[in-house]
C-alpha cells in the first residue's frame, strides 16, 4: 500500500489537555481528504501493590461519563519531554498519598489510535510507603483497594471500563497472577 501524505495540519481549538486540528491528507488515489485529529502529551498510570497483595485503585467523578469510575491513579505528562515514571511517581503519591521508589514499567498503550496520538505508559509500584494525598485543585478521589481477582472479576462484569486500567490489570494478571 503507498503511504499518504499530510498537506496541511490546522489548529481549530487549543484546550487545557488536548489540541484539535483538521488534517489535509492525499491518498494515493490523489484526492484530498480531512482527517480529525487530537493532539496530546501524553500520560502516566500506576498499578500500585500494597505488600499484602491489595492494589490500591481511585474513585473519581467523570464528567464526560456523568458517573464515578474506578481506574489507576494517573494523570498527564507535565509536557511532553516528562518521563513516563516520573509522572507515574508524582501521580502515585498526590492521589493515592503513597509513594514508590520501586517502579516496573508493566506496558505501553494507545487509547484511540484513529484519531489521537495519546500514549499512556503503565507502571507497577511496589514497597509503598504512606505519605498523603496532594490532590490538584478541582480533583476529588477516594483509594479504594481490592485484589487482583476482584479487579479482573470487574473487568469481566464491566464494572471497570476504562481501557488503561484494563490493560494494566489483565496484563499484570497474566504476566504475574498465572
Known amino acids: 500500500m503507498e503511504p499518504l501524505k499530510r498537506i496541511s495540519r490546522e489548529l481549530k481549538y487549543k484546550g487545557a489537555i488536548i489540541d484539535i486540528y483538521q488534517d489535509k491528507v492525499q491518498g494515493p488515489d490523489g484526492l484530498v481528504h480531512n482527517y480529525d485529529f487530537i493532539g496530546h502529551n501524553g500520560a502516566a498510570a500506576v498499578l500500585?501493590?500494597?505488600?499484602?497483595?491489595?492494589?490500591l485503585m481511585v474513585k473519581q467523578y467523570r464528567n464526560a461519563l456523568d458517573r464515578f469510575t474506578i481506574e489507576l491513579p494517573a494523570g498527564?505528562?507535565?509536557g511532553k519531554d516528562e518521563p513516563g515514571i516520573v509522572c507515574a511517581a508524582r501521580e502515585l503519591e498526590e492521589e493515592t498519598g503513597y509513594k514508590s521508589e520501586d517502579l516496573e514499567h508493566l506496558i505501553t498503550i494507545r487509547t484511540t489510535i484513529a484519531f489521537c496520538n495519546e500514549q499512556i505508559e503503565i507502571y507497577i509500584a511496589r514497597n509503598l510507603k504512606k505519605t498523603a494525598?496532594?490532590?490538584d485543585e478541582g480533583e476529588f478521589v477516594d483509594v479504594v483497594e481490592y485484589t487482583i481477582d476482584e479487579l479482573v472479576d470487574m473487568v469481566y462484569n464491566s464494572t471497570i471500563q476504562d481501557s488503561k486500567t484494563i490493560s494494566a490489570i489483565m496484563t499484570y494478571y497474566n504476566k504475574y497472577c498465572r
Request: no cysteine; charged share 30%.
Open 76 to 78: 498527564g505528562l507535565n
Open 133 to 135: 494525598q496532594h490532590l
Open 48 to 55: 500500585p501493590i500494597r505488600d499484602d497483595g491489595k492494589i
